[in-house]
């Protein structure tokens, strides 16, 4: 399986002979390059500038935009509605579960604001690479994204959502991130490439540099 970041909370995710998924495709209205990306499914964890744009990935074929379960071209998808109520005030945000017929499963944490509670992680189940929003704003913090990998114990992790030169509002930067966790020097990879037979025991960090097609 392999793992492409775009910026900000987009990746496409491919496994050969298989669907691809793009994840949160994003409008250049937010700062950053014109977005060129392929995929046959797009999921949507809310509806914003940053995380909406379905009609710039070319060749998709389903859209998905909340929870649910959904099975497309022999890809799993579960929707996981993760909301955040600040003030009785919600903000709707919906996690995706991509499971592959290899076991190995994605976990794309959308604008997630909150470290969920232990029944909702239990209810996740494995989780063999996390995408997780790092920077605040409209995502997790970086003390809290530290603690959501502690109760989700994933295998890799890939910081999003955080700082990148020309976005047009204000994020942390992913060394706050990674000073959190107390990893002083991440691995920084292109692409993230998963197999089954080699996953690390401990949660790795991984930086991915944003791609273009």
Partial sequence: MDITWYGHSCFRITERGQTTVVTDPYHA?????????KG?????SHDDLGHNAVDLVKGQQYSLRGPGEYE???????????????NDIVSPNVAYMIEYDNNLTVLHLGGLKHVPDQSTIEELGEVTVLLLPVGGGSGLRPT?????????????????????????F???????FLKAVGVSKAVEEDMLRVTA??????PQVVLLTPAQE
């Fill in 29 to 37: 209205d937010i700062g950053l390059s014109e977005l060129k990306i």
């Fill in 40 to 44: 046959d499914v797009v999921t949507i």
């Fill in 72 to 86: 497309i071209g022999g890809v799993f998808i579960r929707g996981i509605a993760m909301h955040t109520v600040t």
């Fill in 144 to 168: 809290e994204a530290a603690d959501v990998i502690a109760v989700i114990e994933p295998s890799y992790v890939v910081p999003m959502h955080y700082a990148q030169p020309g976005l047009k």
């Fill in 170 to 176: 204000d994020l942390e930067p992913v060394d706050k």
């Fill in 197 to 202: 037979g080699t996953l690390p025991e401990q």
